[in-house]
């Protein structure tokens, strides 16, 4: 083959880095978003924030500022929307604030407990090591002499006697039933340490657990009734005493701060309409430095401060955009699925994202990144945008449901079930053929194991136990 030389024609698309830093920014939640522009505001001086006095409103940029208040849209039920002038949320319940978090974690809180414990060097470092081999639910998963060989030093590991009595003191350290090996040791240990003792059934419930637990997890009440020679009454008060403990008791202790969820878009209903603005706290309003942008202009500086000004002007632009697009989604939304906000999940209409995106003239990842990590407040809660989409069955009659609609129609029919004669599959799937839904038995299986609802046999079971 000979070497040549040819012109080739093509087209392809080349994202330039503003429109990069948009697209990063679309998908990011407003924790993420206020994260980001705080690291821009700390290595950007052209940047500052846009609620702060301006000294020089003249020489202000009104054009590159980000997050200012965005109009509130009304949507009524036939879909139109209007802007409204005023703003401000005005629901009947307060916005929630965001509860401090601690941050301590359940070996931080044990670590702490065991320093005001004032004990020797040797059992501190003892009791240090139990509780590092503690698990997140609170039990202890090495075995002692395991951790005994590794604390072994020049001269000789402790004695097991010693491993045994620093365990039993952090087994009556907070929360109860921690540093258990078991689950039976777990809830010797609450109903020892607990408040119950003089409960009447307080004997029964540790004889049930000390001897009987596999039983007691069966439900064979009547064969625990004819071993232990007691009535029902005095059974059905000590399995109540066992109910109340927890299984887990380093769940009760946080592994690690709460994340609260800010909303970005803020949803009401006022005189038969919906409203909908985005959240002012999950806005971050931002903008160039007037004084840096004037001098700039007039060419008194330039070099560095030059490219700082240019990613000022692609941040701030790229919030404003992205806040326009999150609106006009959320608008969508709440005009597609206003039934669901107002009568509940059976009233959930199809959707999916190509649908908003297609309304939109958007491109349908565009329609997915904006979705990603968002949330809005609503009459009915606190709602992740990805909560409105459901896929579509068709029905009699050439309609369609939502497969949330549907979840939503087992559901109530398990609730209003006789519990005596609990519906089968079979029996549910004939009652949605009724309502005009025709699934598949298959269908109303997956759907009921996803609720996490057990099948007839075992809800009868758990009715007659």
Request: aromatic share 4%; proline share 6%; hydrophobic share 40%.
């Amino acid at each position: 083959m000979k070497p040549s030389l040819a012109l080739r024609q093509s087209q392809r698309l080349s994202l330039t880095p503003e429109l990069r830093q948009a697209l990063g920014l679309l998908q990011l939640s407003a924790v993420e978003l206020a994260a980001k522009v705080q690291e821009a505001l700390e290595g950007n001086l052209l940047l500052e924030r846009g609620d702060e006095d301006d000294a020089s409103p003249a020489a202000a940029e009104p054009s590159l500022e980000a997050g200012a208040e965005a109009p509130a849209t009304e949507v009524d039920w036939d879909g139109a929307a209007e802007t409204s002038a005023d703003g401000g949320w005005e629901d009947d319940s307060p916005f929630p604030e965001a509860g401090e978090r601690s941050g301590q974690s359940l070996k931080e809180y044990l670590l702490w407990q065991l320093e005001l414990a004032r004990l020797s060097a040797t059992d501190a470092a003892i009791g240090a090591a139990i509780i590092d081999a503690l698990n997140d639910e609170g039990y202890l998963t090495e075995p002692l002499e395991d951790l005994r060989q590794g604390l072994a030093d020049s001269d000789a590991p402790p004695e097991p006697e010693e491993m045994y009595a620093v365990l039993h003191r952090i087994q009556a350290f907070d929360p109860p039933g921690v540093a258990a090996r078991d689950l039976k040791e777990c809830l010797l240990m609450q109903l020892r340490q607990g408040d119950g003792a003089e409960h009447p059934a307080h004997a029964l419930a540790k004889a049930l657990v000390a001897s009987h637990l596999e039983s007691v997890a069966a439900h064979e009440h009547e064969r625990l009734c004819r071993l232990l020679d007691v009535g029902r009454p005095q059974l059905d008060a000590a399995l109540g005493l066992i109910l109340g403990l927890n299984p887990r008791p380093g769940s009760s202790v946080a592994s690690g701060g709460v994340d609260y969820v800010i909303p970005d878009v803020l949803v009401s209903r006022r005189s038969g309409a919906w409203r909908v603005e985005l959240n002012p706290a999950a806005v971050p309003r931002v903008r160039v430095n007037a004084g840096y942008a004037a001098a700039l202009r007039r060419g008194e500086a330039g070099g560095d401060l030059t490219r700082q000004l240019q990613e000022a002007r692609w941040l701030v632009r790229s919030i404003r955009m992205r806040n326009e697009t999150l609106l006009r989604v959320a608008e969508s939304l709440v005009r597609r699925q206003c039934a669901f906000l107002e009568n509940g999940e059976e009233a959930m209409r199809p959707l999916l994202m190509k649908d908003v995106a297609a309304e939109l003239d958007l491109h349908e990842s565009t329609v997915s990144r904006v979705v990603a990590n968002k949330h809005m407040t609503t009459p009915r809660g606190t709602l992740a945008f990805r909560r409105l989409f459901s896929s579509e069955l068709s029905a009699d009659g050439g309609g369609a449901f939502s497969a949330t609609a549907i979840r939503a129609m087992i559901k109530k029919l398990v609730a209003q079930e006789d519990p005596r004669s609990p519906l089968s599959d079979n029996h549910i799937t004939q009652e949605l053929v009724n309502r005009g839904v025709r699934v598949a038995r298959r269908t109303v299986a997956k759907y009921r194991e996803s609720m996490t609802i057990p099948p007839a046999h075992e809800r009868r079971r758990l009715e007659q136990g």
